[in-house]
T-cell receptor, first 114, second 116 residues
Framework: GQQVMQIPQYQHVQEGEDFTTYCNSS?????IQWYKQRPGGHPVFLIQ?????EVKKQKRLTFQFGEAKKNSSLHITATQTTDVGTYFC??????????????FGQGTRLTINP | DADVTQTPRNRITKTGKRIMLECSQT?????MYWYRQDPGLGLQLIYY???????NKGEISDGYSVSRQAQAKFSLSLESAIPNQTALYFC???????????????FGEGSRLTVL
């Protein structure tokens, strides 16, 4: 079946340090989405990447989609305590079992020392 | 008011009991989903529905059933709950995009279920 590898599982940083989480797929993807879940909250959509090699920025967050559309990364520059939470990638492969649906990675839990 | 509402938010039940989790949405989306979240395992898709007459199994449908009563309502049932179904359950909706892909998911607040 479709495998979604997200690393690392946990990351603890000092406030102000950078943070990166990676997702790798065994198949070529239609698109990839990123979500953030605050502690005790629900996942909230951050962005969707569709094009090969795409790079998108949201303030201190940079999202990349690999040239082969099999991997993606989320990079946060100069983390702040508001960045605490779990970041999930969600991969979509329109050829998977004949129906479009998202498959989530295990998530990277980010904690920050102020 | 929340666009995607789940009830109950918390439920403790015993093994063998029937449980229903309800989801309603005001977003007007055709697509609705039920996900299960366990620590360290991300979100796993249980069932999904693209319209009122459409029901599809997800990755982990065994032990669960669903009903799409209307465009706005999608309920999840555990006919005979067991302890390993203790988890956080999320309902989500999406509009779908021009390519036919899922599009952005909008999640409810979650329903925490404990089966003793």
């Amino acid at each position: 079946g479709q495998q979604v590898m997200q690393i690392p599982q946990y990351q603890h940083v000092q406030e102000g340090e950078d943070f990166t989480t990676y997702c790798n797929s065994s198949t070529t993807l239609s698109n990839i989405q990123w979500y953030k879940q605050r502690p005790g909250g629900h996942p909230v959509f951050l962005i969707q990447l569709v094009k090969s090699g795409e790079v998108k920025k949201q303030k201190r967050l940079t999202f990349q989609f690999g040239e082969a559309k099999k991997n993606s990364s989320l990079h946060i520059t100069a983390t702040q305590t508001t960045d605490v939470g779990t970041y999930f990638c969600a991969e979509e492969n329109s050829h998977f079992q004949g129906a479009q649906k998202l498959v989530f990675g295990q998530g990277t839990r980010l904690t920050i020392n102020p | 008011d929340a666009d995607v509402t789940q009830t109950p938010r918390n439920r403790i039940t015993k093994t063998g009991k029937r449980i229903m989790l309800e989801c309603s949405q005001t977003k007007g989306h055709d697509r609705m989903y039920w996900y299960r979240q366990d620590p360290g395992l991300g979100l796993q898709l249980i069932y999904y529905s693209f319209d009122v007459k459409d029901i599809n199994k997800g990755e982990i449908s065994d032990g669960y059933s669903v009903s799409r009563q209307a465009q706005a309502k999608f309920s999840l049932s555990l006919e005979s709950a067991i302890p390993n179904q203790t988890a956080l359950y999320f309902c989500a909706t999406s509009k779908g995009d021009r390519a036919g892909d899922t599009g952005e998911l909008f999640f409810g607040e979650g329903s925490r279920l404990t089966v003793l």
